[in-house]
């Protein structure tokens, strides 16, 4: 097979030491207590987890799969070293050429080694985690693409929704309001119409980011997936549904959505940190056929309290799109665009700008707070001037110390785009809204001359120190 799989970008971070094997962790407990505890310090390698008691040894699991820059950066073939900021700019470029290559239709492939239908099917057959203490029960989809075909236009959509395990040929799945895949669905179910449904387990992790992101409506994932990857991506048509799948996917099944069949679902713990999202009957898939490759691995995203698998690449991703839309919209001089972790990199936005004149950073904080790419979830936009970096939260935290007077540069704004994962929003079931913050922690653009001025080096004696002490100084300085 020509294209890239999992398998590849599994060799790539185990070269780059992002990824450590864990022999013998049980699933109901110890794997999602294990991925926790990793999941609470930055920067930690990837988990492969092996020989599952109870399944075959070669059956393996692996999860805190995004979780650092470096395992970004070798998703989108980038080096491992490659910055914060440098992965930003890497998505700004990407929006703007927004590279594509239509699928390639193939005969067949490696998913195809292991293939039962009818009464053969069983999902229960892959060690699938109870990923948190309190959950509902196990969820086979969590870093998953969902494939849909929109039964009017033909336009297929790959989304990642999550999907429980309810029994061997049962699945169930949760879209929130508002999503590609439920409209699809609907519009189905308004016929009166089963809707076809494949659900991909394992993946390489540019299919999963894309599955993830805000593709606008009617444009491809898997197009866009092809881009990344810099060739088109093999696919075959699975038997029942005729839904394009991934030809090198680790584990795929296809089944139907029948009108009003539904299945209790949940609770999950989710990427806010919180049960928020509750348990209730959601829609069931009929599981018809069930493919998986020789010695399958189960790929696994965990939403929990941040950082998690979500608030890395999808906050990288953010950030790229709320630069080019601060741009498109007139602001000038961005310098900088930060999505914090610890607010799942949704509920915090950091904008740092060179100011050019007054009211220029109340200017970018009302934008970013509220552009299609800013505005979900949003909950505290923070602008800063161009000597903070946005990536360093204490630097962040200094500005908003030191150069904010909450008389005049803090602006509460009522009525923002929520999710009923939000612990605060105003009702999760009827209005989910919020309000929000929006900080200039700028120095007041009057004052920029008399201000006082910063107690350290200048760059110029920086590079005088770095120069003749190089070998004495902080690693990375």
Known sequence: ??????????????????????????????IGGIVDIYQRKMGNPALMF????????????????????????????????????????????YMHKAPSFKPKDVNGGPLLENVQEGKEVNIEKIPTPVWHELDGGPFIGTACMVVMKDPDSGWTNYGCYRIQSQGPAVASIMMSPGKHGGF?????????????????????????????????YGKSEIEAAGGILGEPVEV??????????????????????????????????????????????????????????????LMGAIPAVPPNDNTFYLGTYRCGAVWNQLEAAGIPEVKGVWAHEAGGSRFMLTVAIKQLYGGHAKQAGMVASHCHAGAYCNRWTIVVDDDI???????????????????????????GWSSALDPMCYDSEND???SRVVINACIPFNRKKTFPKIARSSKELDARIRAKWQHELPKGF
């Open 184 to 216: 699809i669905m609907n519009k189905y179910h308004e016929r009166g119409e089963p809707c076809p449904v494949a659900v991909i387990a394992g993946m390489h992790p540019a299919l999963f980011m894309l599955a993830g992101l805000e593709v606008p």
């Open 236 to 297: 075959f048509n699975m038997p029942r549904t005729g839904l394009p799948v991934p030809a090198n996917a680790e584990i795929a099944f296809e089944g139907f959505i029948n009108p009003g069949d539904k299945i209790n679902e949940g609770p999950l713990g989710e990427w806010t940190g919180y049960y928020a999202g509750g348990s209730r009957p959601e829609p069931a898939i009929r599981i018809a056929t069930m493919m998986h490759r020789d010695d399958p691995i």
């Open 50 to 93: 092996e020989e599952v008691p109870g399944y075959p040894k070669s059956f393996r699991v692996i999860a805190n799969i995004l979780t650092s820059v470096p395992r970004i950066n070798v998703a989108l073939g980038l080096s491992p070293t490659a910055s914060e900021m440098e992965l930003v700019h890497w998505w700004r470029d």
């Open 1 to 30: 097979m020509a294209n890239k799989d999992l398998r590849d970008w599994i060799k790539g971070i185990q070269a780059a030491g992002e990824l450590k094997v864990i022999k013998g962790a049980e699933p109901k407990e110890e």
């Open 432 to 434: 989910r809204r919020n």
């Open 389 to 415: 970096d946005p990536t360093n939260f204490n630097d962040v935290i200094w500005a908003m110390c030191t150069r904010c007077d909450p008389r005049e540069q803090v602006d509460i704004i009522h009525g």
